[in-house]
């Protein structure tokens, strides 16, 4: 089985006065949201410094990936080079606000999975001469000029449901 290039031992840093340590990953990926998915090529390029801190490791730095998104209006295919800002603890405490420190392992995937998929845009478009929705020429034939509009959920009211935790 091969090792998730995401799983970093990080013993050199747990102990006391251990120097900052840099990290680079590259890493082909599959993540997304409903209109928005990374490339595998180019691959997701994390560029990162370890930090010791009092009962963990503080993890800050950027990443750079490649998605391809579908505009949230006529659907047309973007291809777009985009960075987010990582900022994250990993510890033995079990709470919501870090990631778990295992031993002397952390597993970066999931934050920055999270920090990914949180960055990417909610409407992705494919730019100022976007030509719109294009509205079905049946529907037009068979029900006249209103009455349709409540049976179309928008893309970014679907996308808004699936990110916003359940109230
Ligand atoms: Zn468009």
């Known amino acids: 089985m091969s090792r998730s290039p995401f799983v970093l031992n990080v013993a050199d840093l747990l102990g ?15 993540w997304g949201i409903e209109l928005s998915t990374l490339t595998p090529d180019p691959p997701l390029l994390a560029q990162l410094q370890l930090h010791p801190v009092s009962g963990g490791i503080a993890v800050t730095g950027t990443v750079e990936f490649t998605t391809e998104d579908s505009c949230y209006r006529c659907l047309a295919p973007t291809t777009t080079e985009r960075s987010a800002t990582i900022g994250a603890l ?10 778990p420190l ?5 597993d970066l995937e999931q934050m920055l999975r999270d920090e990914v998929l949180l960055s990417l845009p909610l409407s992705p478009s494919c730019g100022d001469d976007c030509p ?20 179309v959920r928008s893309p970014f009211a679907v996308l808004k449901d699936l990110l916003e935790p359940e109230s």
């Open 102 to 106: 295992d031993g002397h392992e952390i």
């Open 90 to 99: 990993f510890d033995r405490t079990e709470d919501d606000e870090s990631y």
């Open 132 to 151: 719109g929705v294009v509205s079905s020429a049946q529907n037009d034939l068979n029900t006249g000029a209103s009455g349709d509009e409540d049976d």
């Open 16 to 30: 006391r006065d251990a120097p900052t340590r840099q990290e680079v990953i590259e890493a082909p990926v599959d």
